[in-house]
């Protein structure tokens, strides 16, 4: 056994919160009816915090299994162009971090059987301790579980430790580049599901996926005691279908549909249809 499998095996990670639990069921029901669960990714406050929720509330109705929501976020280092767009423009109507916990818990109430999975960057949700106050109020909100973009699980222990006792689960991601030592190792601290990047870069919808994704979904999931979720450049009903197929077992869109909502974010019935699509190709 290695030094990161006994640091691994040290560590509980938070697959064992009720949060994980909630999106474990998620999935398990996603497979008991022959597909992958889809994953949309809306951002809170985007355009607006009103129409925000309306967006969220169609991507549930639209197909949902779980249901990303992006906290608007100044620097978002792992964002492309389109989500970067999305989180200054909810920043500039006036979104706070305070505001896209109310817009959570405002979903959870209305939609309290969908998983709801926040992401974040590690300054809005650490800053500068061991985040026990953001994910306090993201339990109380109804989030299952928290995505922070950039915290390892070596940086993680803490977190993890005050996610544990709200019940959240923190959610990890491996690269294509990660080792696959390394990828094992975070696999086994992941809580609800592992996040697999599907490509090199940061987010963006794309007309191609890398030819590669399909082993590397393989390679994840056999390293995976939890379900493996993919996403980053997801963007197309045969995106979705040829992650399904290759075994994954969640598959997250997220800037496609944000494209989908048109230039002023308000096409609600344009991302609906969307989300319908990919939920169709599962």
Do not use: W
Not at 25 to 31: G, K, T
Not at 161 to 189: K, Q, W
Not at 214 to 239: C, K, M, N, Y
Not at 248 to 274: N, P, T
Request: charged share 20%; glycine share 10%.
């Amino acid at each position: 056994m290695t030094a990161l499998d006994l640091t691994a095996a040290a560590l509980p990670g938070t697959d064992g919160t009720a949060g994980a639990r909630r999106i474990a069921a998620a999935f398990a029901r996603a497979r008991e009816a022959g597909r992958a669960a889809l994953i949309p990714y809306v951002v809170a406050g985007y355009p607006d915090a009103e129409t925000s929720v309306t967006v969220a509330l169609a991507a549930a109705d639209a197909g949902a299994d779980i249901l990303e929501v992006g906290l608007p976020y100044s620097d978002p280092l792992a964002d492309g162009a389109t989500l970067q767009r999305a989180s200054q423009t909810a920043l500039a109507n006036g979104a706070t971090l305070e505001g896209s916990l109310r817009l959570i818990e405002r979903i959870g109430a209305a939609r309290p059987d969908l998983p709801l999975v926040p992401m974040a960057y590690a300054n809005q949700v650490l800053g500068g301790g061991d985040g026990e106050i953001v994910a306090r109020r993201l339990a109380d909100a109804g989030a299952a579980g928290i995505i922070v973009a950039d915290l390892t699980p070596d940086e993680g222990a803490a977190f993890e430790a005050v996610a544990r006792e709200v019940g959240l689960a923190v959610v990890y991601l491996v690269a294509p580049t990660t080792a696959p030592e390394r990828r094992a190792f975070i696999a086994r601290r992941t809580g609800g599901f592992l996040y697999c990047v599907s490509l090199v870069g940061v987010t963006g919808a794309r007309t191609d996926l890398p030819a590669s994704v399909g082993q590397l979904v393989r390679d994840v999931t056999a390293d995976s005691p939890v379900p493996v979720a993919v996403g980053f450049g997801v963007s197309t009903p045969a995106h979705v279908k040829a992650i399904a197929a290759a075994g994954a077992a969640g598959v997250i869109v997220a800037s496609a549909l944000v494209d989908s909502l048109g230039a002023d974010g308000r096409d609600v019935d344009a991302l609906a249809r969307l989300v319908a699509e990919l939920r169709a190709a599962t």
